[in-house]
């Protein structure tokens, strides 16, 4: 049976399925539920600065798209942090932790850029016995238009200062969450880390307009007749998140830096690849939103019978495994050759991967042979784009199958080339580097 | 719970069960079954559903359009290439056509319900009245078309559109051929023939003349002399004869005739039927008699088909609902004799049959099922005069590839035809293509336009 449990900068949780701080970790009621359900660890929805709440809108916060059969693939969202009173929030945190003292429990915090703020509010927080802290730079709505969230996360000086100020006032962890909606991940992170932090948290939401409601032409969610970006998560980003964490991950200035990934993870194989990819654990809302508290245990098993199966006996085991294996374009393989391969027994002759590739790509698949609608790949024309295993509906109908060293090439009509080599030293780069005398 | 009266009865039931038993068979899918239904659908490329499509509609496209929302769209997707697609929809065999192609039979076992789909987007459209189609200029042609069944009508809109003038005979009562009296009534509730009829005909350019019969009233002579161009959708308009003894006696009826007095039933209380029923034949006709016979109250329903269930016509959708009614299917019998019991139906002596050398022998066992009624349900013929010297072969009207018959200007389609299939659909397409045929052969006979210097 692998071992789950997970030890982030210090903050000890029995597995490493955290609920990001979002709508589901307002209150010690959700938080209670999301416990007994089963997760290891609870970013507490951000807290403000002391004095009146913030107010959010009494319409929808929500928007979605969906996919095959209305299934949820990405949510965008306009509520703002809670806007529950200072002191409950603390009061509710500091019952919950001693409740549940095996779990982790993480307190998000927003306040003005203004070290009199951080100063003032990092003694209250420390007080709940809480874990840890996470400084929400992330939030690209509403409070962005305050100076805070995503406007802090957009400039790396003001990451870097505050995060000094936090690890200057306070002995808990620093986990910096950073805002997806900038040029250049790794900005922000390396400057996270000049400031001293002990984490960075991954991605918080993308600025977005879900959908346009076209009878009244306004952006969905629609609020008495006007809309407004929100933050976009749930399946959808998924991909983009990925990339984020894994250019942190192999970045050599942040190299090492304890990652938490969050964006779009909705099974125990999202989470896996996160890990893979350099993330110490991971933080999970929209799926929680959609399915309730109970899909951590799926989760739970997903992943540590996957670990079982494959001889990995603990987090460490997988941990950043795939960051060495993630490069620039420029040192892949040219030399590398696969052709798509479709078996015959499992093709429901669609059609899908003859007309993709006829229409938009290499013309490289038939509909006919012999007068039969027949699908096969033709080796002279394929270029292995892998767009037909992309669309074809059944699963491992169509496979890239690698040529080995010495096939011949049907469509180049070269054998395959057994040695590396990259554009770095392609002859059609002009920048080609002169291979050593 | 009806009575159990021996002898060919009404009212067998309470009144709310003749409700219940003859309510819609496919109930209609709401949106919301519509869009996961939809969804299903892999969009193919060249789709075998399409193919195998007698009228070639653009399945894909219409699945397509409703999973977008836009039902109104979809449906003219449909009547582009059937404008009876409403009626398709209900009565299409489809476990045997577009839904037996369907790719998703392969990986589960489980087509897309194209059927229903059809039927959900056609619903919407019709109900909204919404007409795509509009008239092209008066061309001066007329045309006359005999039959306004499926082939008919099909042929009849398709002219309509194209600007010449139809008028259609027919000998019954009502428009609507098979669609009004020949279908099963839980497959076309709410007087929906009568309603797509309407529909077709609100292109507007189309009389029907109803109480016309071709050799009565009129002949294909009389047609030909007063109009541009003739289309015979006539039909089969007689019944096979069983030919044994006992043939005329009373409780021994063409199944045909009941299901068109049940689809002209509006209670269906009124319409009698036997306390034990036998149903002799293996096709459609076969099962939706014994289907309704046995929903009007029969006590016991028996299928007899002279060789197995792999060769019956009926589907194995329609075999399946027939059984799940509680008919009895028997194979392998075929009737010997009519046994009779003061003049009337009261049993009948079957002959086991077996094949030797793929030829169908009896095995000289015979056996009697006790039945007050009987219904020949073992196939159609054509049956027709008035048309003069066109050529038949095996029965039916020759025509080649476009519809073209023997005679000149005059073009055939749909069951009367050699080659029919004894398919709405089928017939949907030979009628429009005879449309097309006609409308290119008129503008083939046109002078041509000379230039303009």
């Known amino acids: 049976m692998a071992d789950l449990r997970n030890n982030f900068v210090g903050i000890k949780s029995p597995n490493p399925f955290w609920l990001a701080s979002a709508p589901p970790t307002d209150k010690a009621y959700n938080v209670e539920r999301a416990f007994k359900a089963g997760w290891g660890g609870v970013v507490w929805k951000t807290l403000g600065e002391e004095g009146p709440p913030v107010v959010n809108v009494n319409g929808p916060r929500y928007g979605a798209i969906w996919g095959a059969d209305r299934r949820l693939l990405g949510l965008n969202n306009i509520e703002l942090i809670t806007d529950r009173d200072l002191y409950v929030n603390l009061r509710e945190m500091k019952q919950v932790k001693m409740n549940w003292p095996d779990r982790a429990l993480i307190a998000s915090i927003m306040v003005p850029c203004e070290e009199e703020a951080w100063k003032s509010i990092l003694p209250l927080v420390e007080e709940t016995g809480a874990d840890g802290i996470e400084l929400n730079f992330g939030c690209p709505h509403g409070m962005s238009e305050r100076g805070m969230g995503a406007a802090v996360g957009q400039v790396p000086e003001y990451i870097e200062m505050v995060v000094r100020w936090c690890k200057q006032y306070t002995r808990m962890p620093v986990i910096t969450k950073l805002t997806p909606n900038i040029t250049d991940i790794r900005k922000p992170a390396r400057a996270a880390k000049a400031g001293g932090t002990d984490a960075v948290s991954l991605i918080n939401t993308i600025n977005s307009i879900v959908s346009v409601d076209l009878d009244n032409f306004a952006p969905n969610p629609t609020v008495g007749g006007k809309g407004t970006h929100g933050g976009y998560c749930g399946p959808a980003v998924k991909p983009i998140a990925l990339n984020m964490v894994a250019e942190i991950a192999r970045d050599p200035e942040t190299y090492g830096l304890p990652i938490s990934g969050i964006g779009g993870i909705t099974t125990w194989r999202d989470a896996a690849e996160f890990l893979v990819l350099g993330a110490g654990n991971v933080q999970v809302c929209t799926a929680a939103m959609t399915y309730g508290f109970k899909i951590v245990q799926e989760m739970i098993s997903g992943l540590s019978d996957w670990m079982d199966a494959k001889g990995h006996r603990n987090l460490d085991d997988i941990t950043g495994r795939a960051v060495p294996n993630v490069t620039d374009w420029q040192y892949l393989n040219l030399n590398y050759v696969a052709k798509a391969k479709i078996d015959q027994d499992s093709c429901i002759k669609c059609g899908r991967c003859h007309i993709a590739c006829e229409d938009t790509s290499h013309q490289a698949i038939t509909q006919f042979v012999n007068g039969v609608r027949h699908f096969e790949v033709m080796d002279d024309e394929c270029v292995g784009c892998n767009l037909c295993v992309s669309v074809c509906p059944v699963e491992n109908c169509i496979t890239m199958e690698e040529l080995p060293a010495g096939a011949m090439d049907q469509r180049t009509g070269k054998p395959v080339d057994p040695n590396y080599a990259n554009w770095t030293t392609h002859p059609n780069n002009p920048m080609a580097r002169q291979a050593a005398e | ?453």
């Open chain 2, 1 to 453: 719970m009806g009575t159990t009266q021996s002898g060919i009865l009404g009212g067998r039931l309470p009144l709310a069960d003749y409700e219940t038993n003859f309510s819609d068979l496919h109930p209609a899918l709401d949106r919301h079954e519509a869009l996961v239904a939809s969804d299903r659908c892999y969009f193919c490329h060249d789709a075998p559903c399409m193919t195998a499509c007698p009228t070639s509609i653009d399945i894909p496209l219409f699945i397509r359009q409703i999973s977008t929302g836009n039902p109104i769209g979809s449906a003219k997707t449909i009547f582009d290439q059937n404008i009876l697609g409403g009626m398709c929809a209900r009565v299409c065999p489809t476990e045997t056509l577009c839904e037996q192609a369907c790719v998703r039979n392969t990986a589960e076992e489980r087509p897309v319900e194209i059927g229903r789909l059809q039927r959900y987007a056609t619903d919407i459209a019709m109900k909204e009245n919404k007409q795509f189609y509009t008239r092209a200029a008066t061309s001066g042609r007329r045309v006359a078309v005999v039959g306004a069944g499926p082939a008919g009508l099909a042929c009849a809109h398709r002219l309509a559109v194209k600007g010449h003038e139809v008028v259609i005979y027919d000998a019954r009562e009502k428009s609507g051929g098979l669609n009004e009296y020949g279908i099963a009534a839980y497959k076309s509730v709410d007087d929906f023939a009568q309603s797509e009829v309407d529909y077709v005909l609100s292109i507007g350019g189309i009389e029907v003349r109803h109480g016309q019969a071709l050799g009565r009233d009129f002949s294909l002579g009389d047609l030909t002399e007063q109009y541009d161009a003739v289309f015979l959708g006539l039909g089969l308009a007689g019944v096979n004869a069983l030919r044994i003894e006992g043939e005329n006696a009373e409780g021994l009826d063409d199944a045909v005739d009941f299901i068109a007095a049940l689809r002209q039933s509006k209670t269906k209380a009124d319409i009698p039927v036997g306390r034990r029923v036998v149903v002799l034949g293996g096709g459609m006709t076969a099962i939706d008699a014994a289907v309704q016979a046995k929903l009007l109250g029969a006590e016991e329903v028996t299928i007899c088909y002279r060789r197995g269930k792999e060769h019956m016509n009926a589907s194995e959708f329609e075999q399946d609902l027939a059984t799940s009614k509680g008919v009895t299917i028997r194979h392998w019998l075929q009737p010997k004799r009519i046994a009779l019991k003061d003049g009337k139906v009261a049993g009948i002596e079957l002959e086991y049959t077996t094949l030797v050398d793929e030829k169908l022998t009896t095995t000289g066992e015979t056996g009697i099922i006790a039945a007050d009624q009987i219904f020949k349900a073992i196939g159609q013929t054509f049956e027709a005069s008035g048309l003069g010297s066109l050529a038949f072969e095996a029965g039916r009207i020759v025509t080649d590839a476009e519809g073209k018959t023997s005679a000149a200007n005059v073009w055939a389609g749909g069951d009367c035809v050699l080659g029919g299939e004894d398919l709405t659909v089928s017939a949907v397409a030979m009628g429009r293509d005879a449309a097309e045929a006609i409308n290119r052969a008129f503008a083939a006979a046109m002078p041509r336009a000379s230039a303009v210097a």
